[in-house]
Each structure stands twice: as structure tokens, then as C-alpha cells.
């Protein structure tokens, strides 16, 4: 069964350090890899994704992730934290040979606190 | 153009009562997903709709759950009779057709559903 595992309820920074949230998965054949955040009291926004091609990808706000396929990884980073970057985080998976339309599966979240 | 919506954005209602949540998706989006989130836990699918069909509806929990999607545009979901266990934010996503969509789902903000 497809699964996502975020190991740390919350990870804390200071601002201007960089910051990894981290996000292992297990799927069948290759995946397709998001993050998503979500700011409070509002919906999840798409941070990146990675389907294919450069194991680094780049995504809105800064953040980057790099996926591993050899530890079945797909940590978020930031180089230089934001205050603004405090939110909880959502890694997901999909695996692409699933059929149209299929749902993503969901990690239970990372609190992401970064302190001035 | 508008994002996904939902209404209302919090319910509290007694164990026994009916709620009904709504969720407007994306204008053309087909893909119509109805996602759970308890407090400190993963977000877990419930099922999915491409337009008035339902696609999956492998995570929804028991029958006391129904969702429909009358012609394919905005969809419901109803509890009845509701139990504690219920209590959750309740998101919709949409997505656009496969070959345009590489997973990314379009949230909306979210039902909080408080069972006393």
C-alpha cells in the first residue's frame, strides 16, 4: 500500500537558517511527489511537485525539494527561513501507474515554526 | 477565476444530528476529491468523483457518509446521524482532466465539523 511517513511533528528555525522538513514514502513503481502548505485558517496551496527528470525541483516561496529514489525520499528545503514561512506541511504521493484522477495520499503534517 | 469553495466553513452540531457540506470545485474541473483531516492526524482521502460518477469511494468510513455530485458540478457530503468521531476538517480538491493534469489538486479552505 501507498504511504507517506512525515517523521517530525514539528521542526523550529531561526530565521535566516535554512530548514528541511523531512518526507520518506513508499509506492509502487514511480511516484509522482508534492508539498503542499497550509497557512491558518485557510486551504491547502501547492508548493511543488516532482514527476520526472531533475531530482531538485524548485517551487513557490523559495522552497526546493529534493527527491532520492534510493532512500524513497522527498525532503522540503529552504535555504534562508522567513517568519512567514510558519505553517504545516504536507508531503504527498501518487503513484503513476495508477489510472486518471487518483487521489493523493497524504502525510499526517509537519509543523513548521521559524522564530524572529 | 475562483477556487474551490466550501460551505459552511464550521458546523457544530450535537452527536445524532445530519450536516450537509458542500463543495463548489473549479469551473471545468472534472476531478472533484473529498478529503479528512482529525486533529494532529494525516489528511485521509474519502472519495473521488469524476464528474457525476463516483471514481473511488474506498476511504469513506461507513454508510452514515453519502456524497453525491449531482451533474458534475458542485458536490455534497452528508453525515447522518453524526457521531464524535466524526469531528474533522473536512476538505474538497478538483483537478482538470488527465491530460492536462499532473496532480496538483486545487483545495478549498476547508469545512471544521465539531461533533458535541
Known amino acids: 500500500a501507498q504511504s507517506v511517513a512525515q517523521p517530525e511533528d514539528q521542526v523550529n528555525v531561526a530565521e535566516g537558517n535554512p530548514l528541511t522538513v523531512k518526507c520518506t514514502y513508499s509506492?509502487?513503481?514511480?511516484?509522482?511527489l508534492f508539498w503542499y502548505v497550509q497557512y491558518p485558517n485557510r486551504g491547502l496551496q501547492f508548493l511543488l511537485k516532482y514527476i520526472t527528470g531533475d531530482n531538485l525541483v524548485k517551487g513557490s516561496y523559495g522552497f526546493e525539494a529534493e527527491f532520492n529514489k534510493s532512500q524513497t525520499s522527498f525532503h522540503l528545503k529552504k535555504p534562508s527561513a522567513l517568519v512567514s514561512d510558519s505553517a504545516l506541511y504536507f508531503c504527498a504521493v501518487r503513484a503513476l501507474a495508477h489510472q486518471a484522477g487518483t487521489a493523493l495520499i497524504f502525510g499526517k503534517g509537519t509543523t513548521l515554526s521559524v522564530s524572529s | 477565476e475562483a477556487g474551490v469553495t466550501q460551505f459552511p466553513s464550521h458546523s457544530v452540531i450535537e452527536k445524532g444530528q445530519t450536516v450537509t457540506l458542500r463543495c463548489d470545485p473549479i469551473s471545468g474541473h472534472d476531478n472533484l476529491y473529498w478529503y479528512r483531516r482529525v486533529m494532529g492526524k494525516e489528511i485521509k482521502f474519502l472519495l473521488h468523483f469524476v464528474k457525476e460518477s463516483k471514481q473511488d469511494e474506498s476511504g469513506m468510513p461507513n454508510n452514515r457518509f453519502l456524497a453525491e455530485r449531482t451533474g458534475g458540478t458542485y458536490s455534497t457530503l452528508k453525515v447522518q446521524p453524526a457521531e464524535l468521531e466524526d469531528s474533522g476538517v473536512y476538505f474538497c480538491a478538483s483537478s482538470p482532466d488527465w491530460g492536462t493534469n499532473t496532480g496538483e489538486l486545487f483545495f478549498g479552505e476547508g469545512s471544521r465539523l465539531t461533533v458535541l
Open positions: 509506492v509502487s513503481g514511480n511516484p509522482y
